[in-house]
C-alpha cells in the first residue's frame, strides 16, 4: 500500500505525520562515492571519526573523514556490549592517527563521550535529539554532497549508506507558527539512518573540528 502512495500522504496514513511537505534529503548522491582517493604522503592530512552509537536493533556506525572531506565507514555492528564497542573505537581512534571524534551523546552517548575524555582523547559531543542542532547537522551534509565537497570510499559498507541517504527524509511541520524540518529515515520496521547520521557527524566535525580557519587578509591602509 505504501509504495502504490505518495510519500507525502503514506506519511501521513501509515506514520501518524501530519506533514506540509516532504522531501528527500540526498535526492542526487551519484557523485559521492568513489572508488579511491589520491595519493598523499602519510600523515599529510588531520582526520576525525562522526561515531553513531546503536542501542538494541540498532547499529553503531563509525565513519573516517579528513579535513578535504574524503570519507569512509570504517565500522558498523550491532548487538555488541558496551566495553567491546568502546574498544572497537579507540582501536579505530589509533589505527587512523584521529585527532577528534564527534559522538552523538543523545540516548545512549553520553557514556562513551565521557569515557573518551577520561582517556584524554579530543571529543566533539553533539546531541541530535535536538531537533534544530539535527537539521543544521544534516544540511551542512546536503549542502556539501551538492557542492561536491564530500567523498565516500567505496568498501562493503557503501550499499547500506547509499540505500540509507536514498531512504532519507525531511518533513515539514509547522510548530507554534514555526516551520521546522525534522530529518529522519521512514518510520518503518527495518529501516536504519545509522549510517547516514555517522556521515553527517563526521562531516560536522570536519567543520568544526579539523578545517583551519583561513588566514584573514590584513587591512593596510595608508
Same mark, same amino acid.
Given at each position: 500500500n505504501r509504495a502504490k502512495m505518495t510519500p507525502e /500522504?503514506?506519511? #501521513?496514513?501509515?506514520?501518524?505525520?501530519?506533514?506540509?511537505?516532504? &522531501?528527500?534529503?540526498? %535526492?542526487?548522491?551519484?557523485?559521492?562515492?568513489?572508488?579511491?582517493? %589520491?595519493? /598523499?604522503?602519510?600523515?599529510?592530512?588531520?582526520?576525525a571519526l562522526g561515531v553513531d &552509537? *546503536?542501542?538494541? #536493533?540498532?547499529?553503531?556506525?563509525?565513519?573516517?573523514?579528513?579535513? &578535504? *572531506?574524503?570519507?569512509?565507514?570504517?565500522?558498523?555492528?550491532?548487538?555488541?556490549?558496551? %566495553?567491546?564497542?568502546?574498544?572497537r573505537i579507540l582501536a579505530l581512534i589509533e589505527r587512523y592517527?584521529?585527532?577528534?571524534?564527534?559522538?552523538?551523546?543523545a540516548y545512549v552517548g553520553s557514556y562513551m563521550v565521557d569515557r573518551l575524555k577520561a582517556l584524554g582523547k579530543n571529543v566533539l559531543d553533539v546531541a541530535t535529539?535536538?531537533? #534544530?542542532?539535527?537539521?543544521?547537522?544534516?544540511?551542512?551534509?546536503?549542502?556539501?554532497?551538492?557542492?561536491?565537497?564530500?567523498?565516500v570510499l567505496e568498501n562493503e559498507?557503501?550499499? #547500506?549508506? /547509499?540505500?540509507?541517504?536514498?531512504?532519507?527524509?525531511?518533513?515539514?511541520?509547522?510548530?507554534h507558527g514555526r516551520v521546522e524540518i525534522r530529518y529522519e529515515c521512514p518510520e518503518v520496521r527495518g529501516e536504519h539512518d545509522d549510517c547516514v547520521i555517522a556521515l553527517c557527524l563526521a562531516n560536522w566535525v570536519r567543520h568544526h573540528g579539523l578545517i583551519r580557519p583561513k588566514p584573514v587578509r590584513a587591512d593596510i591602509r595608508r
Open positions: /500522504r503514506a506519511a #501521513q496514513e501509515f506514520d501518524a505525520e501530519f506533514v506540509d511537505a516532504l &522531501l528527500l534529503a540526498f %535526492p542526487n548522491v551519484s557523485n559521492l562515492f568513489t572508488r579511491s582517493f %589520491p595519493q /598523499r604522503e602519510a600523515g599529510g592530512e588531520r582526520r &552509537l *546503536g542501542k538494541d #536493533q540498532d547499529w553503531t556506525v563509525v565513519v573516517l573523514i579528513n579535513e &578535504l *572531506g574524503e570519507a569512509e565507514v570504517v565500522g558498523r555492528w550491532r548487538h555488541v556490549a558496551w %566495553p567491546e564497542t568502546e574498544e592517527g584521529v585527532q577528534i571524534t564527534c559522538i552523538d551523546k535529539s535536538s531537533r #534544530q542542532l539535527k537539521a543544521r547537522i544534516v544540511e551542512t551534509l546536503r549542502a556539501d554532497v551538492q557542492g561536491a565537497s564530500v567523498q559498507f557503501s550499499d #547500506q549508506l /547509499r540505500y540509507e541517504l536514498s531512504r532519507f527524509q525531511g518533513t515539514q511541520h509547522v510548530v
